[in-house]
């Protein structure tokens, strides 16, 4: 599993010299959804490093809570938006992607999501998403977890009024397909390596695609205390005009949960 991860990596870095982070993966903190009825909540301290749309390191801090009541499983997630760095303006972003997963039997799942993201520096006055598709665990064990997922995606755009772009103020409706594999691997009781790749291409023309790698490594220090590393690497293949293809991003994180 971890080859195949690496592979994706690779192709992706290789096809384009820059690329755009538009997949939010929420597959890890699904994982982690209470076995009973209940709620959990997350907060995350951050160190990031960003390369691509965004070259900078940013500290900060995102925060989720996973519910669970019979069947169902939901998330919900508002992380951080602006941050500054020596009185300057870094980081102008906000994603507040949301999704339900439903248990239909011992593998099958059926999935809801919705997110609005706004992002300066990608040329994102707004764009917001809802989709809904099926999942299947493919594995189940205590030490793997295997599950992959399919959805419809309806998509609505509108890019900034940037100077000097040609796609300036465009308004833009799509249709999306998202496929993604993600993989938990449990090494010992205190350390799991979670691997996600997505593919999302547009479905009147399959050349306008979106790709999202991400390789997370997560130690756990104490009860309700855990280190988190993690490698993400993204590409669209037609980013707004101006816009770098490739994102890539290190973070380093202290997560606790409650």
């Not at 500054?84 to 906000?94: D, H, L, P, Q, Y």
């Not at 309806?154 to 594999?181: C, K, N, Q, W």
Request: aromatic letters at 6%.
């Amino acid at each position: 599993m971890r080859v195949g991860l690496a592979l994706i990596i690779v192709v992706i870095g290789a096809w384009s010299r820059d690329a755009d982070a538009q997949i939010v993966n929420v597959q890890g903190q699904l994982a982690k959804a209470p076995e009973t009825d209940g709620v959990t909540g997350q907060v995350e301290l951050k160190l990031d490093w960003r390369q691509g749309n965004t070259s900078v390191f940013d500290i900060g801090a995102s925060g989720a809570v996973i519910a669970r009541h019979g069947r169902v499983v939901a998330r919900a997630h508002a992380p951080g938006g602006d941050g500054a760095c020596r009185a300057r303006t870094v980081t102008r972003k906000s994603i507040e992607p949301q999704r339900a997963r439903y248990t239909i039997d011992c593998r099958w799942r059926w999935e809801v999501l919705v997110q609005h993201e706004y992002d300066a520096f990608r040329r994102l006055s707004v764009r917001g998403v809802a989709g809904t598709g099926p999942a299947l665990q493919i594995v189940q064990q205590k030490s793997v977890a295997i599950l992959a997922g399919a959805a419809y995606l309806f998509e609505i755009e509108r890019l900034d009024t940037r100077p000097g772009t040609i796609d300036a103020g465009v308004r833009s409706v799509a249709h999306r397909s998202s496929l993604y594999v993600t993989g938990i691997e449990r090494v010992g009781e205190q350390v799991s390596i979670l691997e996600t790749v997505y593919v999302q291409p547009r479905l009147d023309d399959l050349q306008d695609v979106r790709l999202l790698g991400e390789l997370a490594l997560t130690s756990k220090l104490a009860t309700h205390v855990a280190l988190t590393n993690s490698l993400t690497v993204a590409y669209d293949r037609t980013p707004p005009d101006g816009v770098e293809q490739f994102d890539m991003q290190l973070k380093i994180g202290v997560l606790v949960t409650f």
